[in-house]
């Protein structure tokens, strides 16, 4: 199976900020067949970017993903209060489907 | 608006079984593959079993598979999760999803809430 690793574990930013999180795969994600979740506190997960870098429905445009083979990023362009959460990237270009172990945004 | 909203979670001694249903509205439901995915208290997602369409592609996680039974009926809009054999390592909130399409290949467009499951004696 395809293993996803992200970096960095921990992202400590402030308001207004650009953000950059990176997922690394064991190898290649067909298709890029990548997606990018967010997650709060108490809530499932929300997709943001399907296809390595197209945006979910009523997704903003400061959200946007890029890469393709084994290296993708997600950036915030310019951080909102509410984006301070934990981002998950996922491959589904292969199966199983796999989930990266998450990077966190928080507050500086 | 797409709802699905799970049941069936609660606590259950090791070795035990346990059933938990996907209740979906908002959408064709027999125009889509149909997922689990768990999330382990203060760990990350793991993706546990997904369905398709007509129940004819039906994929598990190596960690479950032979103990867990995914199924799904379209007359009642309905995702199921057969759970026999729990161990405590199955200890999770267990989300329902949606597939982006009708096979069970994609990512997830839409999720529940998670219903919890505790293996403990």
């Known amino acids: 199976e395809i293993v996803l690793t992200q970096s960095p574990g921990t992202l400590s930013l402030s308001p207004g900020e650009r953000a950059t999180l990176s997922c690394r795969a064991s190898?290649?994600?067909?298709?890029?067949?990548l997606a990018w979740y967010q997650q709060k506190p108490g809530q499932a997960p929300r997709l943001l970017i399907y296809g390595a870098s197209s945006r979910a429905t009523g997704i903003p445009d400061r959200f946007s993903g890029s890469g393709s083979g084994t290296d993708f990023t997600l950036t915030i362009s310019r951080l909102e209060p509410e984006d301070f959460a934990v981002y998950y990237c996922?491959?589904?270009?292969?199966?199983?489907?796999?989930f990266g172990p998450g990077t966190k945004v928080d507050i500086k | 608006e797409v709802q699905l909203v799970e049941s069936g979670g609660g606590l259950v001694q090791p070795g035990r079984s346990l059933r938990l249903s996907c209740a979906a509205s908002?959408?064709?439901?027999?125009?889509?593959?149909m997922h689990w995915v768990r999330q382990a208290p203060g760990k990350g997602l793991e993706w546990v079993s997904g369905?398709?369409?007509?129940?004819?592609?039906?994929g598990y996680a190596d960690s479950v598979k032979g103990r867990f039974t995914i199924s799904r009926d379209n007359a009642k809009n309905s995702l199921y999760l057969q759970m026999n054999s729990l161990r405590a390592e199955d200890t999770a909130l267990y989300y329902c999803?949606?597939?982006?399409?009708?096979?069970?290949?994609?990512?997830?467009?839409?999720w529940g809430q998670g219903t919890l499951v505790t293996v403990s004696s």
């Open positions: 369905i398709s369409w007509n129940s004819g592609s039906i």
């Open positions: 190898q290649s994600v067909s298709s890029s067949y």
């Open positions: 908002g959408f064709t439901f027999d125009d889509y593959a």
């Open positions: 999803a949606k597939d982006r399409g009708l096979a069970a290949a994609g990512y997830f467009d839409y």
């Open positions: 996922q491959q589904y270009g292969s199966s199983p489907v796999t």
